[in-house]
């Protein structure tokens, strides 16, 4: 994080911004997240992807929890310990909820994975000021520690520590960066931020051969265009996806049909069969077995076929004169 982006007047005024209770409608709070959004150059604190100043969108997070577990479960014993099973049962640092470096800009689904989890490192020896160097600790800290020097991002997609950096393998631990369904909700909200025409989207994330939930991503398609409902956005989601597997006729014949009732004008370019189809129906050909052709052979009544033997085997046998008999 640039700290030199921010104005030390505006960090000044949130430090006297103080007060026994968090308040994100304070004039001073306002003013310092919007500052810390440039010093983050619009990205979150945790997995650097790009956040945006709207509610529910980008939250103002304090790094060491703010918060005290509730009485009836607080143990001060646990609250001391390193242990990492632990770490989310907090004293909580009530001192440094107006603290500047206490604070950083996340995105909702970093910060509601993070939680109450504590990353001071020693936990064991109760602080009067503010830990201000990186060894405090265990995990990355956005004032104290270079992003890139302890996580690296394949693809925008892929997470992991930098030389076995054992701060950056706490990041991505806690806030669920190697989470399976981290990634596919990842490559969802990178389709929609980095497309601005609806029906494409929808054929992106169509075409993607990712598992999807309709319903979450009809939301967000929803949220994120302003048109129809979520509800509408979802029953969309599906017809294009139930038609997939069916060549690109059918797929390109959905898309008009869609683009009518969102009434979008925007011509429709056909798109070529996804190859993630074109492999599923290779595989499900493959799997069914090939017809043998058999020799065609005279169906022969089960009557006759005892004649025939018997005659063969009588045959065989030696003729035997009137007068023979056996000994």
């Not at 369904?181 to 990178?190: D, H």
């Not at 025409?197 to 398609?221: F, H, K, N, R, W």
């Not at 290779?282 to 017809?291: C, E, G, H, L, N």
Request: hydrophobic content about 35%; charged content about 25%; aromatic content about 6%.
């Amino acid at each position: 994080m640039n700290l030199l982006a921010i104005d030390s007047a505006i960090s000044d005024a949130f430090s006297a911004a103080k007060r026994p209770e968090w308040k994100t409608n304070l004039k001073a709070v306002i003013a310092y997240r919007k500052a810390l959004l440039v010093a983050q150059e619009h990205r979150c604190a945790y997995c650097a992807r790009t956040i945006r100043d709207e509610v529910g969108h980008r939250e103002l997070e304090h790094i060491l929890p703010q918060s005290q577990c509730p009485a009836q479960d607080f143990d001060g014993g646990t609250a001391a310990s390193n242990d990492w099973i632990h770490r989310r049962h907090t004293r909580g640092y009530g001192d440094f909820r107006y603290e500047p470096l206490n604070l950083a800009l996340s995105c909702k689904r970093c910060n509601s994975y993070k939680g109450s989890f504590d990353p001071l490192l020693n936990r064991s020896v109760a602080i009067a000021a503010y830990p201000s160097a990186s060894g405090d600790y265990l995990w990355v800290h956005p004032h104290f520690d270079p992003y890139s020097k302890h996580i690296n991002i394949l693809e925008g997609l892929l997470y992991s520590p930098v030389q076995g950096s054992q701060k950056g393998q706490a990041v991505i631990k806690v806030c669920g960066l190697d989470r399976a369904e981290e990634i596919t909700a990842r490559q969802v909200e990178a389709c929609l931020t980095s497309t601005q025409e609806l029906v494409q989207a929808m054929i992106s994330l169509t075409i993607s051969g990712e598992p999807l939930d309709s319903a979450e991503v009809g939301d967000a398609l929803h949220k994120r265009f302003k048109v129809a409902t979520s509800a509408k956005m979802k029953g969309f989601l599906d017809q294009l996806l139930a038609n997939a597997g069916r060549g690109s006729d059918v797929l390109v014949a959905s898309i008009k049909q869609i683009s009518l009732e969102i009434g979008t004008g925007n011509p429709i370019v056909a798109p070529t069969v996804p190859a993630f189809v074109v492999k599923r129906g290779a595989a499900k050909k493959a799997s069914v077995p090939a017809k043998t052709k058999k020799c065609p052979t005279k169906s022969v009544p089960a009557k006759a076929i005892d004649k025939t033997v018997v005659a063969k085997q009588n045959k065989s046998k030696p003729k035997r004169s009137a007068g023979s008999r056996r000994n």
